[in-house]
């Protein structure tokens, strides 16, 4: 679901070929370029290259020589580099207002996808959930997104409980650091290591979700397949190309993307198992909110609490700053808590009865905040309840 924090872009057209940015935000400098012009250098973690971007997904999707200028000033209330995708947004924000100002027109979902792809430009490997909930967001509902094709359904959440955003103040860039780029590839890896096992054309799969769909068998079962398939104990590149068949050159060009190609060792077993897990969990989540039981609000808590301890000891996402906050949200009231985000740092999720909030709001921010290093966190920012807020939106000057 989005929540009601958000990223506003002001734009003026202008009648050269030069795109000027500002931010409201003085951490972050100004940089003009020229439209023809688009450099996004991955190795300096600019904030507009995450609006160079978007221009350049549109710039690109329509073929565009010589587009129309823009002067534009962006301010924000998401927090940076919290797990709350503010990075996204401003890729989706880029987007939607190059595509407005050039007077073009896409479907929410073609929008969706061309940002997902643009914003690997800074060398981030994501997938398309930030971008997808972005646009196709509505007031009031949480959505139920898949992928190939893109779509999004409506799932109504439970009433009598909110969501408790809370921040760990722990910093974490995906584009800065490695982690994030390793999961894409050991995930890559499992699926091919997977398909082998059950005689599929590997070399032609990239994700877990395809050996599921060729073998056409519930997530239960693809947990079944992991541990006939692979072994807990990490692997190494060699063993890597033995299973395959391939040489370590093949591996590392063919398939290691450049920032993984010197990592020593790849856990497949335990990142195969999460991702099937938290599929199935999703799955779940869903049927609880359509079915709507009496105890709806502690089931639903149940699978989020699942799911942390699978981030945290499956897939390694999580930081110690971020187990300590999961565990006073829920010894504060909360019926479950979970990362949300890309994980390694930013924001915990928590589902808390709305008769409890008040109290459940001081504990928290008693317990973590308050006396300690993360005091100096800004209090909106840091510990917040919401609901799901609407997606993207232009609003024209009369």
């Known amino acids: 679901m989005a929540v009601e924090q958000d990223m506003l872009i002001a734009v003026e057209p202008v009648e050269t070929y030069i795109l000027q940015l500002a931010n409201t935000n003085p951490l972050y400098p100004d940089f003009s370029t020229s439209v023809n012009n ?18 350049k997904g549109i710039q690109e999707h329509f073929g565009l020589c010589d587009p129309t200028g823009m002067n534009c000033l962006v301010d924000g209330t998401i927090p940076p580099s919290s797990g709350l995708s503010s990075s996204s947004a401003l890729v989706c924000c880029a987007g939607l207002v190059t595509l407005t100002v050039l007077g073009m027109r896409l479907s929410k979902v073609e929008l969706a996808e061309i940002c997902a792809k643009s914003e690997r430009y800074v060398g981030t490997e994501g997938g398309g959930m930030d971008q997808s909930i972005s646009f196709l967001a509505e007031e009031g509902t ?57 005689s599929l054309q590997w070399d032609k799969v990239l994700r877990l979700e395809e050996v599921q769909a060729q073998l056409g068998i519930s997530l239960e079962d693809m947990l079944l397949v992991t541990d006939d398939a692979l072994h807990p104990e990490p692997y190494s590149p060699e063993e890597i190309c033995r299973c395959l068949g391939i040489s370590l050159e093949e591996l590392r060009t063919q398939i290691l993307s450049a920032n993984t190609r010197d990592v020593p060792v790849f856990k497949l077993y335990q990142r195969a ?37 699978s981030c945290r000891d499956l897939y390694e996402c999580s930081c110690p700053e971020l187990d300590q906050l999961v565990d006073i949200c829920r010894t504060s009231g909360a019926q479950g808590s979970r990362l949300t985000g890309a994980g390694w740092g930013g924001c915990t999720v928590s589902l808390v009865p709305e008769d409890v909030l008040p109290g459940f709001l001081a504990r928290v921010h008693a317990a973590y905040y308050q006396g300690s290093e993360h005091s100096a966190a800004p209090g909106q920012h840091s510990l917040f309840a919401t609901k799901p807020g609407g997606g993207a939106l232009v609003f024209l000057e009369a």
């Open 38 to 55: 688009i450099q996004i250098d991955k190795t300096k973690l600019l904030w507009h290259n995450y609006f160079l971007c978007g221009f």
């Open 142 to 198: 949480a959505k139920f997104i898949e992928f190939s094709p893109l779509r999004a359904t409506d799932v109504r959440l439970p009433s009598g409980a909110v969501f408790v955003i809370a921040n760990s103040c722990v910093e974490m860039n995906k584009a800065a650091t490695s982690h994030f780029n390793i999961r894409v590839m050991e995930c890559r890896l499992a699926a091919k290591l997977l398909a082998k096992h059950k």
């Open 273 to 309: 198992k999460h991702v099937y897990s938290e599929a199935a969990r999703v799955l779940q989540f869903r049927k609880v909110c359509e079915d709507s039981p009496e105890d709806a609000v502690a089931q639903l808590g149940e699978l989020m609490n699942q799911s942390h301890r």
